[in-house]
């Protein structure tokens, strides 16, 4: 299994593709892409997890943003590598976690407010980032640039319910035996955005005149003192 910190690298080269869209930026991504592949015995009979949200390229909202334009391209290039690694024959699937229109406009607005200097209140960032908010037609359009792979989802409102939450499908590609799945402990959700109206606060910290290194203070100390009340409630 590898997250994020295996491959910070290729992470890095998604992203800076999506805010350029040009050809040298994919470049970069396939060699990154083919670095973490060589990585991996092909000889080695398990399932690979590989899990990161990077990988489609930044969150709608920042640098300039406001669609996850480069994930098919991003996508198909990750496939392209893989089956030149581990042959044409490859069993590979892409996943991707939904969440409902609503829910998922609101959570990006909050982690785009606490770690940039977002000035928009939610309804106009909904407004700015409309064409993101249709997942599953971008879900679509990653099908058809990784074809024959194969692409599967999930609503977040329906994996949470499970035993292991989001953690679920992933379980189920790989299909992990029940002895050891049943024996996983489950931690609870992490960043969570605390329901104490620190949305508002955060909005107006960033349209202030404080200067982004007092910013990005203020705003650990809020949260670290959010966390604090959360876990003595």
């Known amino acids: 299994m590898f997250l994020r910190d295996d491959f910070t690298p290729l992470i890095h080269a998604a992203r800076a593709y ?3 869209c040009k050809e040298d ?3 970069e991504l396939r060699r990154q892409a083919d670095r973490l592949f060589r990585r991996i015995d092909a000889a080695d009979p398990r399932p690979v997890l590989i899990s990161s949200e990077g990988l489609s390229g930044h969150l709608p909202g920042r640098r300039g943003l ?5 994930a098919p391209r991003n996508m ?6 893989a089956r030149q690694r581990f042959g044409e024959a490859l069993d590979l699937t892409f996943f991707f976690s939904t969440r409902d229109r609503d829910s998922w406009v609101r959570s990006t607005w909050w982690q785009n407010l ?6 928009e209140d939610l309804d106009l960032y ?10 599953p037609q971008i879900v679509a359009t990653v099908a058809k640039a990784v074809a024959p792979a194969r692409v599967v989802s999930e609503r977040l409102e329906d994996s949470r319910e499970r035993r292991e939450g989001p953690l679920a499908p992933l379980l189920d590609l790989v299909d992990l035996p029940p002895e050891p799945r049943d024996s996983l402990e489950i931690l609870p959700p992490e960043n969570v955005q605390p329901d104490i109206g620190l949305g508002d606060v955060f909005l107006a910290l960033n349209r202030s005149a404080l200067k982004d290194q007092y910013l990005r203070e203020a705003k650990k100390n809020l949260r670290r003192l959010a966390n604090r009340q959360i876990g003595n409630e």
């Open 76 to 81: 198909a290039v990750l496939a392209e590598a």
């Open 126 to 135: 909904a407004e700015k980032i409309g064409k993101a908010t249709d997942l």
């Open 18 to 20: 999506s805010i350029t």
């Open 25 to 27: 930026g994919l470049t």
């Open 114 to 119: 606490r770690s940039t200097r977002l000035t």
């Open 66 to 70: 406001t669609c996850y334009d480069a």
